[in-house]
């Protein structure tokens, strides 16, 4: 079964522009979950998709932005990027991630956008 | 919020020790993952405890959560340069309602030396 895939994989911007990531789940998972990973910070919950709702979201400015497809794909935009915008982009998927339940999330390889 | 502290923050070790890595959280866990990273890269799911005092093992790495469900620790027996990388522990915590997010620690970055 293939994995998680992220495109694409290094991104170069500069301060303004705004950017769309893409990423596609396990076939069958239809949750997604996005993260940013910084050195600072570590890794930080964005926020999940499932079934073409956002169900959770995690502290970011509105300028952080996504959406599910009704095949369990995701995109991620970022408007107006600014400098502390760079970081690994990561995205999850599992199966479900059912209320009151622990569901396995599984990585894809991540997308690395430099804001120049 | 929830909240995980890891500990150490780094370690090098000569090929062959044993080492472990803790996952202490501020709350109850729910659902405790371990995942591995290679610089830059996505994370490498390990392992998923539940159960206070679970324990479980694949090939030279074990994870045990304690009985109150407030500690993790990550044992690696006889480590090898493939065992080099940054382990990550991440926690379920409930947000917003019934649904979960997962909470990270800040990683602990192994170097092991041949």
Same mark, same amino acid.
């Given at each position: 079964k293939a994995g998680v895939t992220q495109t694409p994989r290094y991104l170069i911007k500069t301060r303004g522009q705004q950017v769309t990531l893409s990423c596609s789940p396990i076939s069958g998972h239809r949750s997604v979950s996005w993260y940013q990973q910084t050195p600072g910070q570590g890794l930080q919950f964005l926020f999940e998709y499932f079934s073409e709702t956002q169900r959770n979201k995690g502290n970011?400015? *509105?300028?952080f932005s996504g959406r599910q497809f009704s095949n369990s794909r995701s995109e991620m935009n970022v408007s107006t990027?600014?400098? *502390?915008?760079s970081a690994l982009y990561l995205c999850a998927s599992s199966l479900a991630r059912l209320a009151g339940s622990s569901d396995t999330q599984y990585f894809g390889p991540g997308t690395r956008l430099t804001v120049l | 919020s929830q909240e995980l502290e890891q500990s150490p923050q780094s370690l090098i070790v000569q090929e062959g020790k044993n080492l472990t890595i803790n996952c202490t959280s501020s709350k109850t866990l729910y659902g405790l993952y371990w995942y591995k990273q290679k610089y830059g890269e996505g994370l490498i799911f390990l392992m998923m405890l539940q159960k206070g005092g679970e324990e479980k093992s694949h090939e030279k790495i074990t994870a045990k959560l304690d009985e109150k469900k407030q500690q993790s620790s990550l044992h690696i027996t006889a480590?090898?340069?493939?065992?080099a990388g940054i382990y990550l522990c991440g926690a379920d915590a409930l947000s917003g309602g019934s649904n979960y997010k997962l909470t990270f620690g800040k990683g602990t970055l192994l170097t092991v030396n041949p």
């Open positions: 970011f400015p *509105g300028r990027l600014e400098l *502390g915008d | 480590s090898q340069p493939s065992h």
